[in-house]
Every structure is written in structure tokens, then in C-alpha cells.
């Protein structure tokens, strides 16, 4: 349970320790002029220009690094006359400059001194925490291309340690993401469905929630769309389905979870089929989102379902046009055996509206429909409701996690239909690929519900700043924040 903890090198502890000024561009030469002649040639010498993201190593008497130093973004306000509080510091605008800050500063423990003692942290204390995220196999060395920490454990500190009151909701989503991220990275021989169930299990039972696991004849009657898609593996198909929390809204995160995807029949190319152990990502997003949620005990009557498959070939596989019962009783015809996705999380959001929630999201790593929209790093956002939809943009811009609203646009559920009377999985237009899917699963979670679809990538393809290539957590801090506000407002 604990492969995906990391820790910060972060202290409060004004001993024993280097130093990251964060120092807006207005205040740099006041700033510089207090310090040492050593640091006034250094900045002059390495012709330093304090522009927002600036950076630069700050060395001592015999060469050693000494401190650091990182311009960050400010604005001035015209309505303030106060010479303290004339500045307007964007924080979340700044998590990955301190990301980039972090990962070019030497191995050790380091303090993050601000002039500004009303300052809102939290967004630092955020970049740096996600530039310390190492993927590691449990058992086995590091094997990012990051250099190895070479601190001694006893000597670092978690990022919990480092400030109040918020320190465990910014220590719990850093925490929460980089759970994320392992569970993607993961191949998918050490993370199956088996370890997929396995992980939820001790997930739940480490927050005393209530769990189900259904799986063999009891799944095939109780969901049985997620059944024929994982029948042909070797690894058993799963619904989990845990409960945690007493008060407050009704909330339900469903994740997609496919733990290969192979493509079944309509075999994918080779190529495609290379990161396919990233097809579980949307249940990496919904474990990750619930042990935030959690880790911060928010007021939430929280309940989890995550469709567990291996999408494989075998004499069990599915086949186009074959037509196929699923939970809430609606049969459907199979259009391509790649579209898998989007039947495991039918009978997962049939069974989350039972209980009436106040607000259902799903990820979902499912169309690549939506990648030619939007590209890699935007994902795109469904809602029933167009207020939940605003809300969420605001939010994300907000704090840098972007989403971005796509229309259910009603017009195109005509491609949804086929001769027989059953519903299409795929639709009959090779167009609108992502708004289809949507439509084919609001046919199930329905219309009146507060509903979200998020339809991620749940990959970064090249590295960025607190953001390596590979497994990635998008969206998640945007829905945690709109979770955490109907909590509060309940």
C-alpha cells in the first residue's frame, strides 16, 4: 500500500538546510541589494534577468551550493495603497515554474522562504511535491530517468510536516496523484485485474470502507456487460464497489478500468497497442480522487465502482454485431471489439444512479475522438448540467488542471440506432466519435442525474516540469475542489 508514498525533501526546520527564495520581478533589486557581494557578482556574472520563471543556483565561499533563487509571476494591484499588499501573487500560475525549480536543485533538505507572510503556499508546496514523483516497481530500483535520491531517508520530510492548517489536503493530493500515476506506469503483468481488485481491496479496508467484490456467476448476472468483455482473458473480470462516510452529498466516482487492452477481435496495430497497460487510467483517476477524498475526510457519503477487465483474444472473445445484455436491461450491438470501454462502464453507472447520488463522475480513458479535439493534455469534459459544467471549467482554470466542456449534443444519438432493436456501442458515423460514446453511456446513468464524463489521456508522451512522461493524473484536482465546495455548501 505504501509504493506510491513519496516524500517532499521539504522542512519548515530553519536549521540545517538550504533555501529557495521565491522573489517577484518589482521586488528583485531590493531583494538582492541585502545579500552578499558573492551573490550580487554571481547574478550579475551569469547575466541573470528576473523574469517570471527565472532560476538560478546560489553558491557559497568555496563553490558549494548554497541557496537558490526563482522569480515569480505577480501583478500589481491599483486599488491597493498599502506598499505591503500592492502586489497580486498568482500562485497556481507558478506550480510548475517551482516544479522546474525543483528538479534543478541539488539532492537535500530544502526551505522555501517568502517575503510575504499572508502569501498562500499552497500551490509550491504542490509543484514541488509533484517534481519529487519517482516511479518505482515495488521491489525493484527506480527506472525513471530522473538521478536516484540519494538523501538518507531519516533525513527528509514529508511535506505533511511542512505548514497549517492545510498541510493534509495538499500532502493527500499530492499523494492522491502520484497513486495515480504508479497505477498507470505499472505493467500490466504486475498490475491485472487480480493486484487491480487486490489494491482496492486494501485501499478500503485502510479507510474502514464497506467493500463488494463481485466477480464469477454472481457478475454475470450482476453485470454482465463487464463480464463478456473480460471472459476472454485468463485474468477474471470484476466490479468493485466500496462505500465509505456517512454525512454530507451523495458522491460517486466510477472508473474505467481495463487493465489491457489488446482490442480484442478488431486486434489494435502493434503500435497502439504498446501503452494499452495505461487502459485502466480512468480507475487510477477514481482510486487516486478517493483516497484524496479520504485522506482529507471530507463530509461525503462516498461510493466507488471501478469495471475491472482485461480486454483479450481467446475463444470467449466477443465479436462485432454480436448482441449483448448488460445491467440496466438494455441489449446492445457490438460495433467494434475496441470499444470495450464504454460497456464496462455502462453497467458501472447503471448501478451508480441505484442510490440517487448528488453527483457522479467517471474517467475514462475512451475514444481517441477525443485526443484529436483536444490533444493529449486537455481532456474532455461531459455534463448533464451545464452549471456543473461551468463550474468545473472555472475551477480548473483556476488551479491549472485544465478540462475542457464538450457538447451531448442530442442530434447525433440518431447514429446511436441500428436495425435490430438494440443500441449501438459505437455509432454509425465515423465523426463526433467522443460526443457518441458520451450519448451511448447517458443512456445509462440518464439525463436528470448531476453527471460528469471525463474522457482522459491519462498519459503525459514527452516530460514537463512536476509532469514525467508516462502515467499522469488530469482533472483530478479540478473534481476533488468541486467535490470539497458541495461538501462544504451541503
Known amino acids: ?110 526551505r522555501i522562504m517568502f517575503n510575504k507572510k499572508s502569501f498562500d503556499m499552497e500551490p509550491f508546496y504542490l509543484g514541488w511535491g509533484l517534481a519529487q514523483y519517482r516511479f518505482k516497481i515495488p521491489g525493484h530500483k527506480s527506472i525513471t530517468n530522473k538521478k536516484n535520491n540519494k538523501i538518507n531517508p531519516k533525513e527528509r520530510y514529508n511535506i ?28 500490466a503483468n504486475f498490475m491485472n485485474t487480480n493486484k487491480l481488485a487486490k489494491f482496492s481491496s486494501e485501499l478500503a479496508e485502510k479507510f474502514s470502507a464497506e467493500l463488494t467484490l463481485y466477480s464469477g456467476k454472481e457478475l454475470q448476472k450482476y453485470a454482465p456487460a463487464i463480464d463478456i468483455v473480460g471472459r476472454a482473458s485468463e485474468n477474471p473480470p470484476y466490479l468493485i464497489d466500496f462505500k465509505w462516510g456517512t454525512k454530507g452529498p451523495k458522491i460517486t466516482i466510477v472508473g474505467k478500468g481495463i487493465t489491457f487492452d489488446t482490442g480484442g477481435l478488431d486486434l489494435k496495430p502493434s503500435k497502439a497497442m504498446e501503452i494499452m497497460k495505461k487502459d485502466m487510467g480512468g480507475a487510477a483517476h477514481a482510486l487516486g480522487l478517493a483516497s484524496t477524498i479520504m485522506e482529507t475526510r471530507l463530509s461525503v457519503q462516498l461510493r466507488v465502482l471501478i469495471p475491472v477487465a482485461e480486454n483479450s483474444v481467446s475463444d470467449k472473445s466477443m465479436r462485432p454485431l454480436d448482441i449483448i445484455e448488460t445491467a440496466a436491461g438494455i441489449p446492445v450491438e457490438i ?51 451545464t452549471e456543473t459544467a461551468r463550474k468545473l471549467m472555472l475551477i480548473s482554470e483556476q488551479i491549472d488542471d485544465p478540462l475542457w466542456h464538450m457538447p451531448l449534443f442530442e ?47 491519462a498519459w503525459n508522451i514527452s516530460s514537463r516540469p512536476g509532469r514525467p512522461k508516462g502515467g499522469e493524473a488530469m482533472g483530478l484536482r479540478t473534481v476533488y475542489q468541486y467535490i470539497a465546495e458541495l461538501a462544504k455548501n451541503h
Open 411 to 457: 442530434p447525433y444519438e440518431r447514429f446511436l440506432k441500428t436495425e435490430t432493436s438494440a443500441l449501438s456501442s459505437t455509432g454509425q458515423s465515423g465523426y463526433g466519435g467522443a460526443i457518441t460514446a458520451a450519448l451511448f453511456l447517458r443512456k445509462f446513468i440518464g439525463k436528470e442525474l448531476n453527471w460528469a464524463h471525463i474522457d482522459v489521456m
Open 1 to 110: 500500500m505504501d509504493f506510491y508514498k513519496i516524500e517532499t525533501g521539504l522542512t519548515t526546520d530553519e536549521n540545517n538546510n538550504r533555501i529557495l527564495y521565491l522573489i517577484n520581478s518589482l521586488e528583485f533589486e531590493s531583494w538582492v541589494k541585502t545579500k552578499s557581494s558573492l551573490w550580487k557578482s554571481w547574478l550579475a556574472q551569469s547575466n541573470f534577468k528576473p523574469n517570471s520563471g527565472s532560476f538560478s543556483l546560489l553558491p557559497d565561499q568555496m563553490g558549494n551550493v548554497e541557496a537558490a533563487l526563482l522569480i515569480i509571476s505577480c501583478q500589481i494591484s491599483p486599488k491597493q495603497n498599502n506598499a505591503d499588499s500592492i502586489f497580486d501573487y498568482s500562485g497556481w500560475t507558478s506550480i510548475w515554474q517551482i516544479s522546474n525549480a525543483a528538479e534543478k536543485c541539488p539532492d537535500g533538505v530544502w
Open 160 to 187: 505533511a510536516k511542512l505548514y497549517a492548517p492545510n498541510s493534509k489536503n495538499i500532502s493527500a493530493i499530492i499523494q492522491g496523484i502520484c497513486l495515480c500515476r504508479n497505477l498507470i506506469n505499472l505493467p
Open 335 to 385: 460495433g467494434n471489439t475496441d470499444a470495450e470501454g464504454r460497456l464496462v462502464l455502462a453497467d458501472a453507472l447503471f448501478h451508480a444512479k441505484q442510490d440517487a447520488p448528488d453527483f457522479v463522475v467517471d474517467y475514462a480513458t475512451l475514444t481517441g475522438a477525443a485526443r484529436v479535439a483536444l490533444g493529449t493534455e486537455c481532456p474532455a469534459l461531459f455534463c448533464n448540467k
